[in-house]
């Protein structure tokens, strides 16, 4: 991987399960469905797109022209491709990590795996989440028995309070997953 979570190449993956496009298709549907994780755009995409055909997790399908515009290549996603996405989307879902956009990216492309894939994810992050702040609770105690100022624990606080709301979320998410409230048809469209 050539950054270290390149939200842009895994939206491009997750894009091209649902059909093959040029960059310039894929930019406009970023655009459109409002993936305001990714930044940089268009060149972003554009470098994006280079890495994964280079690394072949995407391959040329066909090259368009229309009228008198450029040349579009037209990109499918290889089954190498399929399965990179699976294993960064499982990785960011199962680990908390500082940077929460990585977070909102595997969420939205969370449909690109298969039900169970994602709820046994989205459990083993509540998992590491509860651990995370049962060590915080601790934390804290142990700074409070020594007599510091709070004050000094603000940072921490506030962690635990986006823990803890993102914990109750994920419950949330997963107890619809398991009354089947949410759709997770074979064709999700991202």
């Given amino acids: 991987m050539a950054r270290r979570h390149d939200l842009v190449g ?4 997750a894009l091209l399960t649902v059909r093959a496009s040029h960059p ?5 549907f970023i655009i459109d469905t409002h993936k305001d994780y990714i930044t940089g ?10 890495r994964l055909a280079r690394d072949e997790l995407i391959v040329p399908a066909k090259t368009d022209r229309e009228g008198r515009r450029p040349e579009r290549t037209v990109y499918e996603i290889t089954d190498e ?8 989307l499982r990785q960011l879902l199962e680990t908390p990590d500082p940077d929460r956009r990585a977070f909102v ?5 969370i449909g690109c795996l298969p039900l169970p ?5 989205l459990r083993g992050r509540a998992a590491t989440i509860e651990g995370l702040l049962t060590g915080m609770q601790a934390h804290v105690r142990a700074i409070a028995d020594s007599g510091l100022p709070a004050i000094l624990m603000l940072e921490v606080e506030f962690e635990q309070a986006l823990y803890t709301a993102e914990l109750d979320w994920i ?5 619809r997953l398991g009354k089947g409230e949410l759709d997770w048809g074979s064709s999700v469209d991202l």
């Fill in 171 to 175: 419950r949330k998410v997963l107890d």
């Fill in 117 to 121: 894939e994602a709820q046994r994810a």
């Fill in 41 to 50: 755009l268009p060149r972003s995409l554009y470098h994006a797109v280079e």
């Fill in 24 to 28: 310039y298709e894929l930019h406009r």
């Fill in 81 to 88: 491709g399929r399965e990179e996405l699976a294993t960064r």
């Fill in 10 to 13: 895994l939206t491009v993956l």
């Fill in 105 to 109: 990216a595997a969420v939205s492309l």
